[in-house]
């Protein structure tokens, strides 16, 4: 292989752009050409396509965001937009793409690959819920941003005695609230893999207020739905100073981690040598901090991400 692309689509993620930099860093290293994929799908549909240098991708390692920027595109998923997609790569003579993104994205370069373009996922959310790989570039910082949030909320809350809920995000899975909920030490914390009861919450924080407990923080994934709605619940049953905080976006921007830049650079020279082999129709992952590859068909079609259950029961030991 000569000439590979690179692109990022779907949600951004902290991090994403220290991917981007290693697949073209590793790819020139190893003397191939690297075009960048401007817009996600809808820049591939269109030919928003250039060549990237060494240079090209100097000073963003510590961005946020994507230099490449990101898009939701509609007409992607049709047969048609994807074959036009296959035809501007084809175009610029390219033989075989990264893409960096969530779970929509893997499905896109699994349309690809299907019809016989070679694809390599790279997973870049904030949301961590791709199947086959413990952690996501951009999950680390988010959480994060959202312990520093709760750090300072539970200053507040503690001062003036209130029950504070968080939304956090997360789509449909927990791993932000369950993470960010244990290293904020929050007294409870709702996901959607798991059920829970407003009694069990009422009663908990009942006793908390018995013991003298001065606050309570409640992480809510946005998953299970509004922590308007759960806090009001809570305002009805206990009658306590309750107040709701929803983070929102700013989860998906800032600096990224440390680790999250490790976890970039490692995932994207995967990638690279992925397609060095001409092994297309992968995904890149982290498993007991170790990198894997998979089958990305396999695995969109058969497996689903899992929370962690160990860290499930630690956050519940912890916050009795
Ligand atoms: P994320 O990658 O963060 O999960 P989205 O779910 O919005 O974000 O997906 C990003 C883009 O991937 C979509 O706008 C669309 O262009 C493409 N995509 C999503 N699902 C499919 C699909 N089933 N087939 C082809 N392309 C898809």
Redo the contacts with the bound molecule.
């Keep these: 292989m000569k000439r590979i692309g690179v692109l990022t ?3 951004d993620a902290p991090g994403m752009n220290a991917a981007v930099r290693a697949v073209v860093r590793k790819g020139i290293y190893h003397n191939l050409e690297v075009y960048g994929v401007y817009g ?2 809808a820049g591939l549909i269109s030919g928003n396509i250039k060549k990237l240098e060494l240079g090209s991708v100097g000073d963003i390692i510590h961005r946020g965001g994507t230099m490449l920027f990101s898009a ?3 007409e ?2 049709t047969p048609e937009g ?1 074959q036009q997609g296959i035809e501007q790569l084809q175009k610029f003579g390219i033989e075989g793409l990264v893409v960096i ?5 893997y ?2 370069a699994k ?1 690809l690959t299907e019809k016989g373009f070679p694809c390599v996922g790279v997973p870049g ?1 904030i949301d961590n819920d791709i199947p086959g790989t413990q952690f996501t570039i951009g999950f680390d910082t988010a959480i994060n941003t959202v312990i520093d949030a709760i750090d300072k909320i539970r200053d507040t809350a503690t001062s003036h005695e209130r029950t504070f809920i968080v939304e956090v995000m997360g789509r449909n899975a927990g791993d932000i609230a369950l993470w960010s909920g244990l290293a904020g030490g929050a007294e409870t914390i709702l996901i959607p893999e798991e059920n829970f009861s407003m009694d069990e919450i009422v009663e908990r924080l009942l006793k908390g207020s018995e013991r003298g407990k001065r606050h309570s923080i409640i992480i809510v994934a946005e998953g299970v739905g509004s922590g308007v709605d759960i806090g009001r619940q809570i305002k009805e049953a206990t009658n306590f100073d309750t107040r709701v905080s929803v983070l929102g976006h700013m989860q998906r921007g800032g600096t990224p981690t440390a680790a999250d830049r490790v976890l970039a650079s490692r995932l994207g020279a995967k990638a690279v040598e992925l397609l060095m082999e001409r092994k297309g129709g992968r995904a890149v992952g982290i498993v007991n901090n170790q990198l894997v590859d998979y089958d990305i068909i396999e695995a969109l079609e058969n497996k689903k991400h899992q929370i962690d259950t160990g860290i499930l029961r630690l956050s519940k030991e912890l916050s009795i």
């Design positions: 689509s779907g949600g996600g799908y939701r595109c509609e992607f998923r994807q993104g969530g779970d929509g994205s499905r896109g349309a959310t």
